[in-house]
């Protein structure tokens, strides 16, 4: 190893120190944490206390879990990760009012889901002034394989150990040990 990897490693040391104290804020902030959750760097948790991660998950680095506090009147929305599931890189949950996702997923990097839409109809108002809505939530079946870049939209069911396509955009329910593609994702085939 050289004196300027040995240096890089010693400038990390205070992001990672932060890091390690985000990850021990978060877990203690969730509505609820089981046992071993590991957290990779630069993870960014907005509202934990509507979000519940079981035993053994792990968030990779960057991944984003995005809750929206709820209105006045409103029920409170719900983020839940089932036990063992792995969230890949840059992963951005976002969460409205329902967001379901089962034990065992393996999420690769960069995808998104998410079951809330911007309001886009005023054409007398910017997009980002209108108010979001959520038009259904999103679950993700038991042992399921998101490949690399896939985006789920909102009022989606993905059943159980399907597999989405790299790089897919999933708009519609996909049925269990279903394998799908493309955008939008279509059935290429069935595992059943
Ligand atoms: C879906 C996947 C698993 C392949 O499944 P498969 O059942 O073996 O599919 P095939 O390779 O036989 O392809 C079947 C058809 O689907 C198409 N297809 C496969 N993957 C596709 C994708 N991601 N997007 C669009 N079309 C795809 C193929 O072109 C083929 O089309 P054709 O019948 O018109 O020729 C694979 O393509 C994939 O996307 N894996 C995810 C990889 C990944 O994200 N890795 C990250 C590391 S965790």
């Known amino acids: 190893m050289t004196v300027w990897s040995w240096c890089a490693r010693i400038l990390e040391v205070p ?3 932060r890091d390690m104290a985000q990850a021990r804020d978060y877990r203690i902030r969730l509505r609820a944490a089981g046992s071993g959750i590991s957290f990779g760097p630069g993870i960014h948790i907005e509202h934990p206390e509507f979000v519940e991660i079981s ?5 990779n680095a960057h991944c984003w879990i995005s809750v929206i506090a709820p209105a006045p009147g409103d029920p409170p929305p719900l983020l839940t990760i089932g036990a063992g599931t792995y969230i890949g890189r840059f992963a951005t949950l976002a969460c409205m009012r329902r967001v379901k996702i089962g ?3 393996l999420m690769s990097d960069r995808v998104f889901i998410g079951d ?5 109809s005023r054409i007398d108002l910017p997009i980002k002034d209108q108010p979001m809505h959520s ?13 690399i870049g896939v985006c789920i939209l909102p009022n989606v069911k993905i059943g159980k150990h399907c597999v989405i396509g790299a790089n897919a955009v999933v708009t519609t329910d996909v049925p269990d040990y279903h394998v799908v593609a493309g955008i939008p994702a279509k059935t290429i085939r069935s595992l059943a």
């Open 116 to 120: 809330a839409l911007h309001g886009f």
């Open 103 to 105: 034990a065992n997923v």
């Open 55 to 59: 035993n053994g998950v792990h968030l």
């Open 135 to 147: 038009p259904g939530p999103v679950e993700i079946g038991d042992g399921t394989w998101i490949g």
């Open 15 to 17: 992001q990672r120190l």
